[in-house]
C-alpha cells in the first residue's frame, strides 16, 4: 500500500492554519509583480477537502488552505501545506505513491496500480460504491511529469551537497517499457514522472525532507 498523510499530520496542519503559523515566507515572488512574498497578506481561508486511505478506506477531511494576497498588484496565491498537492483532493504521498506503483513497475497496468494488497482491492470510498479510479492515477502521473522546475532545482541541491553523487547518470538511464505508451509526448511524461520520483527518493535521504516541503512551492509547483 503506498503511503498517506495521515490525519494527525492534517490535523497538525489545522492546528497551525488556527494558530495563526501559516505564513507566505516560503512562497515564490509574486509571479505579476515580483514583490516578495513576506510583503504577503493573509487573503481568505478556502475550504477544501482532503482524501485520506485510512485501512483500504477513502476519508475525507475538510480544512482551509490559506490564500496570500499580494499588495503589490492583488494577485492572489495558496499556500499548499506539504501533504497538499494543487488540484488534488488526494494526498501528496498517495499521488506519489501510486504514480511509482505504475511507472517504476516493468509490467504494471494502471488497473493493477490501484490493487494495493494481497487480494488485489481497491481503496475504496465509504459505502463501496466507489473506489480509486485507474484513470486518476493516469492523471498524477500526468500532473507529476509537469514538476520540471521541482526537478531540475533539486537535482542541483543534491549535486551541490553530494558533488559525487550518482543520481545525474542514473536519471537518464531510466527507461520506461514500450508496452505503457503510444506516443512520444506520452513516453517524454512517463519519463519526467519517473524521475521526478526517483529525485524525491534521492533528495529525502539527502535532506531528510521531501522535495514537495519547500521546494515544490518556491518553484510555483511548475
Ligand atoms: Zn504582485
Known amino acids: 500500500m503506498p503511503p498517506t498523510a495521515t490525519m494527525e499530520d492534517i490535523k497538525a496542519y489545522f492546528m497551525k492554519v488556527e494558530k495563526g503559523q501559516i505564513t507566505a515566507q516560503n512562497l515564490p515572488a509574486c509571479p505579476c509583480c515580483n514583490l516578495e512574498a513576506l510583503h504577503f497578506k493573509i487573503h481568505a481561508y478556502r475550504e477544501r477537502r482532503f482524501l485520506v486511505i485510512v485501512d483500504m478506506i477513502v476519508e475525507s477531511v475538510h480544512g482551509p488552505l490559506v490564500r496570500f494576497r499580494c499588495p503589490g498588484c492583488g494577485k492572489t496565491v495558496a499556500f499548499y501545506p506539504d501533504f497538499a498537492l494543487p488540484h488534488k483532493h488526494y494526498t501528496r504521498q498517495s499521488v506519489a505513491g501510486f504514480a511509482q506503483r505504475y511507472v517504476a513497475a516493468e509490467d504494471t497496468s494502471y488497473r493493477q496500480a490501484v490493487m494495493v494488497n494481497e487480494e488485489k482491492s481497491v481503496p475504496e470510498y465509504p459505502g463501496g460504491e466507489k473506489s480509486l479510479a485507474p484513470s486518476t492515477v493516469h492523471r498524477w502521473v500526468t500532473s507529476l511529469s509537469g514538476f520540471v522546475n521541482t526537478a531540475r532545482c533539486a537535482l542541483s541541491l ?65
Open 158 to 222: 543534491i549535486c551541490r551537497q553530494n558533488p559525487a553523487t550518482s543520481l545525474c547518470r542514473d536519471l537518464a538511464q531510466l527507461s520506461v517499457p514500450a508496452s505503457k505508451y503510444k506516443s512520444f509526448s506520452r513516453k517524454e511524461r512517463l519519463l519526467s514522472c519517473f524521475r521526478l520520483l526517483a529525485t524525491e527518493a534521492i533528495f529525502k535521504a539527502t535532506f531528510n525532507l521531501s522535495i514537495f516541503t519547500n521546494l515544490a512551492t518556491r518553484c510555483a509547483f511548475s
